[in-house]
């Protein structure tokens, strides 16, 4: 009853964009900060964005910037992360994690749900 689904994920070519969704059930999303990450095989999760409790606070990795952009809406509690210009590197499957601030983002220890795959393909 406690977790958040990811959805939004798809083959996409490069310099396209999606937009994903975290969903909760079983608590009130607003209450907390949402990370995304991602992951490619053979490679290390990525931290991509966090945003907090009322949009106060956003953050991205560097290579994302200017490209993705993290959202909410509270009443359908779901947090959105909308990419565009997407990259081949961009590639992974991403997961949305749920915590108390960004601050100590990206080093969070937040369980991992599915995932939804991004591939950016030619």
């Known amino acids: 009853q406690v977790q958040l689904v990811e959805s939004g994920g798809g083959l996409v070519q490069p310099g396209g964009s999606l937009r994903l969704s975290c969903e909760a059930s079983g608590f009130s999303l607003d209450r907390f900060a949402v990370g995304w990450f991602r992951q490619a095989p053979g490679k290390e999760r990525e931290g991509v964005s966090c945003?907090?409790?009322?949009?106060?606070?956003?953050r991205y990795a560097d290579s994302v910037k200017g490209r993705f952009t993290t959202s909410r809406d509270n009443a359908k509690n779901t947090v959105w992360m909308k990419m565009n210009s997407l990259r081949p590197e961009d590639t992974a499957v991403y997961y949305c994690?749920?915590?108390?601030?960004?601050?100590?983002?990206?080093?969070?220890?937040?369980?991992w749900g599915r995932g939804t795959q991004v591939t950016v393909s030619s």
């Open positions: 994690v749920p915590a108390q601030d960004c601050d100590r983002w990206p080093r969070w220890e937040g369980s």
């Open positions: 945003v907090s409790v009322g949009e106060v606070i956003t």
